[in-house]
């Protein structure tokens, strides 16, 4: 579960050492915007870690998206479906080893 206060804190405090562009303090801001008013996003933030956030925000950065509300939600929809897709391809690479097993314990 991310914490995006604890994101936006880092970011600033990176930001303002120039360790990190002034395009993170733009994202930051879409960000918690995005949170306050976008129900969807704020359910991916509070199910995702803070490191899926801040990749995000590196591609939000990258692609000079922080003010693209259609952008952010192509991007999470993605990496929803992305997860899901994961999780399925990992439960049946189980389920077929668990089947492997099953096969190699009746022939013994």
Known sequence: MANIQHIADRIFRHV???????????TMG????????????????????????EKLMACMVRHGAWD???????Y???????????????FAVRRTTLQGEALKESTV
């Open 30 to 53: 879409a960000l918690i915007d995005a949170y306050d008013d976008d129900p969807d996003f704020h359910e991916w933030v509070d199910s995702v870690p803070g490191s899926a956030v």
């Open 68 to 74: 693209n509300p259609e952008w952010l939600r192509e």
């Open 76 to 90: 999470v929809r993605g990496c929803t479906l992305q997860g899901v897709s994961t999780l399925q391809g990992t």
């Open 16 to 26: 303002d050492a120039d360790h990190l562009s002034a395009g993170y303090t733009l």
